[in-house]
C-alpha cells in the first residue's frame, strides 16, 4: 500500500475511533443526568416539597387555593416527622396566617401548644388521611370595612380507629399591602349545619 492510502485508512481509523469515543461519553453523560433527576426527584419527601415552597414568589392566589395548600401542609404535619421539620413546616404555615390572626398567639405559644397537639394525635393514632374543599359555590366573599373577605369549607377525613369526616370553615381576608388572601381563622362546623356537596 502507497503511503497516500495508509494515511487515508489510519485517519478513517482514527476518526471512527473518536466517534466511537464522543458518542459512548455522550450516551454516558446523558444516562447520569437522568439518573440524577430521576434520583434528585424521589428522593424528595413531601414534607421537603412543601418547605421548599417559596411563599414570596409563588404565593396561591385564591383563598381557595390558600386553604388547599394550609390543608396540605396540616395532613402533613400531622405524620411522623422529625421536630426540626414539625418547626419548619408551622412557620411555613404561619406565613398563610394574617397578621391579626398572628398576634392571638407568639411563635413560642404556637409551637407548644402544637407540639401537644401532635402528641396527643400520635398517642390516639389518629392522622389525617384524605381532605377536599367543599363545592366551589358554597364560598363567600364579602366586604367589610373595605376589606375583602372570604369563607371557604373543607372537609377532613381523620383517621382513629374509625374513619368520620370533619368539616371547617376557614375565614381568610385580603391583606392591604399586597392583596394576598391570608387566614382569619377557622372554626368547625357541626354536622347539621355541615354544608352539602
Known sequence: MGKSKKRTVS??????????????????????MDLQKETSVEELSEVEKLLDKDLELNYPETPREVIKLHSNMMKTLYTELEDEEVEALALKIRELYDTEFLETKSEGDYLKDLYSEIA??????????YF????????QESIIDGRKLAAVYVSYTIQEKDKFLETWRFLLRQSEED??????????VPEEEEVKE
Open 11 to 32: 485517519t478513517i481509523v482514527t476518526m471512527v475511533v473518536v466517534a466511537i469515543i464522543v458518542l459512548l461519553l455522550y450516551f454516558y453523560l446523558a444516562f447520569r
Open 179 to 188: 392583596e394576598k388572601w391570608k387566614i382569619l381563622g377557622w372554626e368547625f
Open 120 to 129: 396527643e394525635w400520635k398517642d390516639s393514632d389518629r392522622k389525617i388521611s
Open 132 to 139: 377536599h374543599l367543599v363545592n366551589e359555590e358554597l364560598e
